[in-house]
């Protein structure tokens, strides 16, 4: 080896490059991962959090700690790369936080507007969820735009739990879209119950 190509002891290495000397740096593995992630780069960030997953545990727990990064981009990309895994805190993570990935994703608008089109019992599920996760979000003026589309039975019928059992504000979204339908019948019995108050039921 010629002088200038022989490593220094104070010089950089990458991870399991054999021994390494006191001093240097490791540049791989999940501590490289985490200093590429404090990159002012997005594609370098990106980047780092889809090697993550070759990291086993540690990598996945990288990537749920960006799950509720500022950059919407990030958060869709983590969501991407760990919705298929089928480690049990993976999936109890996302079951947990998952829904936060439709209140603020980058095309919520179009997300929400296909679900109320659809009008399952999951997207009627999803819809009132986004109700109650995440008030910064903001999507209150969004779900009922898009509970209004909704028009198939089953989701009629699971609007129509939420106007019995669910939390104040997805009772209200509930009676609003009774109330447009002029189905005075359920919100009289809503009212009857305790649900709902009169004005909420029948104000103009």
Known sequence: MLKHERPNEFDAVLGNQGVVTQGSMI?????????RLNSHSLQVKIAALEEAVNYGTAGLQVLLAYLDDRDLQIQNRVYELLE???????????ANNGIRRYTRHK???????????????????IMMESLECDPH?????????????????????????????????????????FKRLG?????????RMGCIDRVQAFSK
């Open 27 to 35: 540049l791989g593995g999940v501590e490289g991962l985490k200093q």
């Open 137 to 177: 979000s903001s999507p209150y003026k969004l779900i009922d735009y898009t509970l209004g589309l909704v028009n198939r039975s089953t989701g009629k019928e699971r609007i129509e739990y939420y106007l019995f059992n669910g939390t104040q504000v997805q009772r209200n979204y509930a009676a609003l879209y």
């Open 107 to 125: 095309n919520r608008f179009d997300l929400f507007e296909q679900m109320g089109k659809r009008g399952t019992t999951a997207d009627v599920d």
């Open 183 to 191: 189905e005075m019948g359920i919100l009289t019995e809503a009212v």
């Open 84 to 94: 298929s895994r089928s480690e049990p805190f993976v999936i109890e993570h996302l």
